[in-house]
């Protein structure tokens, strides 16, 4: 289990984030987002916790990159929970992605469901986050704003925009990722079962080869006349 913690909010929210135990320490502050591979053990569920303000776009993406068991089968349940506990989202595949806003200020619930399998763990990885429309994570107070001219508005609305699109890029070179470890994975994997199969058919064949031989042998080996 791992808590994590999203205390960005966007301008214009009440800031809502635990306060240290002294006044004069400045706030706690998470990251905005995550992307790391877990393991989830055969028949378990892992969850997770990010914190989110209002306002917000909350991504989570997943792909299961390694299962192991009898059946090998990498359908894997990922569920998403609001701060009261509601179910908000839900995908059962291999791969999948889970997106909604934010409505309310608290920790939402990410959940990795391992249940059906019995006999294997899986390899999954993850990326989810939040990220609000403006990327301003300080409000600016309104004398101040007044004594910005207009040159200096553009460029900030411009420097905003920016680290949106960016951002929306990390996201697809995260997806990217994903299915390369997968893609490895699943080469690593048919590149043994080929081996193994082509190991085993060689020695049929050689087994073959050999009982003929014995066989025939036999037919036509003609015993000795007693004399």
């Known amino acids: ?23 004069d320490e400045p706030l706690f502050r998470g990251a905005d987002r995550y992307d790391f591979a877990v393991i989830v053990p055969a028949g378990t569920s892992e969850c997770f916790w990010q914190f989110a303000h209002q306002s917000g776009n909350f991504f989570f993406s997943y792909e299961v990159q390694r299962a192991t068991g009898f059946a090998n ?88 925009k920016l680290q949106l699109h960016i951002f929306h890029m990390w996201r697809f070179y995260n997806f990217a990722r994903m299915r390369k470890g997968a893609d490895s994975f699943l080469l690593e994997s048919n590149y043994h079962y080929v081996n193994c199969w082509s190991m085993a058919q060689s020695c049929v064949i050689i087994l073959s080869g050999v009982l003929q031989l014995y066989f025939l042998k036999r037919l036509f080996n003609v015993p000795a006349s007693p004399g």
């Open 73 to 160: 089968s990498r359908i894997i349940l990922a569920t998403a929970s609001d701060p009261n506990g509601f179910q908000i989202g839900a995908s059962q595949d291999a791969r999948g992605q889970i997106n909604f806003p934010t409505r309310e200020t608290g920790f939402y619930q990410l959940c990795l469901d391992n249940q059906h399998n019995h006999f294997g763990f899986m390899q999954v990885y993850l990326n989810f986050g939040v990220y609000y429309d403006n990327f301003n994570t300080e409000k600016e107070q309104p004398e101040e704003r007044r004594q910005l001219n207009d040159t200096l508005e553009a460029i900030g609305v411009s420097i905003r």
């Open 1 to 23: 289990m791992a808590l994590l913690l999203l205390l960005l909010g966007p301008a214009g929210c009440p800031r809502t984030e635990p306060l240290s135990s002294s006044s």
